[in-house]
């Protein structure tokens, strides 16, 4: 791997990929793609830019793709619906999160394949992980596999995709996070709540997985860390 | 198979295709989806709505992509290129004809499956043939097994690629229109050529090979008898 594509949504997982990246030995240049495909936030975005810009990246896209690009009753893509507390895989319709898109990262996969050919990268990397999948069937190992093949039997160019947290459980991505240098200050202004508040709701099945994760490495979480200080007098009241 | 989805383009095989889909046994609706994604020519959009509309079929998507979401040096994507003359496969750098779009299959099918999944669709019908592919990776069998793969790794429901015309060259698939009610005559509206031209230009290689599959199936081609009649009598001036 010499030239690798990140895909970046601005959470804590792909920003620990694209500092994972960065660092990895041999590469000569990281670049990065974002997809804007109406999440509720722009927020997302924001935390995209900046994370990359703190990469140093040497191309950062943002790829708009048209509101109902993608379909579902994702309260993700679907402004009909909200995002519910999270319970329990157990709990879910079918075992799948309600926020579950379907296709995301196949399609997400599908145009970064096409902008790395483009830019001559031989890597695609993405942040998904089975520990966490929570029911997405497109964050498991099974499904990397096929679309690898899938990639390399479509396109003239061999192109690999990395998944360098997917056996990773939220815990152990913090603990890579911490020996990527440069990868906890960029964490400060990565993005993860799913109602799209800053700070953090606390409550959505993304910042308890968050949560969890730097609680059990015994590390504080740079994000909150950002918002508690300076501390909020009115808070207090 | 009951409830296909097929990807729509308004060319021969694609038209072959959706008529293969209505007629299959079993199949009890038929549903339509076309990609506006930077063609050059409003003519491709024009014939699959009026395929479609003599299909009847349950429901047709016009999605329109966003202007460079597929990039690259194909004439089909970017105006700063022109479509050329085809000469031979062996004639092509590294085999590929200069209009191969890098992930465009991968993108259709993946929009597709999201689609399909909204839609209770069990089946995505294509018309890749791998005997005219003429250097695209993606129109080969292990292409489309490998996406078949994906699609059932990363989706919650199983949706099956059928690709009615994969093995059929251009003579085999006139044979088969032949055979399906009602498809000859959608197929005086499909539209091959890659110049755009209507009368077709009769020198791209679209043009070539379908003009050979008919004059081998020893059918005359609809599309072309319409423009020929009336007769222009400028053209004989």
Request: proline fraction near 6%; charge should be negative.
């Amino acid at each position: 791997m010499k030239k690798p594509l990140v895909i970046l949504s601005g959470g804590q997982d792909s920003t620990t990929c694209l500092f994972w990246a960065k660092r990895y030995p041999g590469v000569e240049q990281v670049h990065a793609i974002t997809f804007d495909y109406g999440q509720r936030h722009a927020i997302e975005i924001e935390s995209a830019l900046k994370v990359a810009e703190m990469a140093e990246v040497a191309s950062h896209e943002i790829v708009k793709l048209p509101d109902g690009v993608l379909r579902g009753t994702s309260p993700l893509v679907n402004a009909d619906h909200e995002v519910g507390r999270y319970e329990s895989a157990e709990a879910l319709p079918g075992g799948l999160e309600d926020t579950f898109v379907p296709a995301r990262n196949i399609l997400f996969l599908t145009l970064a394949a096409n902008r790395a050919y483009c830019l001559g990268c031989d890597a695609l990397v993405i942040g998904v992980s089975q520990e966490d999948f929570g029911g997405y069937p497109d964050c498991r190992i099974e499904f990397i596999a096929a679309m690898d093949r899938a990639i390399a039997e479509g396109m003239p160019k061999r192109i690999q995709i990395r998944t360098p947290v997917i056996a990773l459980n939220k815990r152990l991505t913090v603990d890579l996070a911490v020996r990527l240098d440069g990868c906890m200050a960029a964490l400060t202004y990565s993005h993860t709540c799913y109602s799209g508040e800053l700070p953090p709701c606390g409550s959505c099945h993304a910042c308890l997985l968050r949560a969890k994760g730097f609680r059990e490495a015994g590390v504080s979480d740079p994000l909150i860390e950002r918002h508690r200080q300076p501390a909020n007098p009115e808070a207090r009241a």
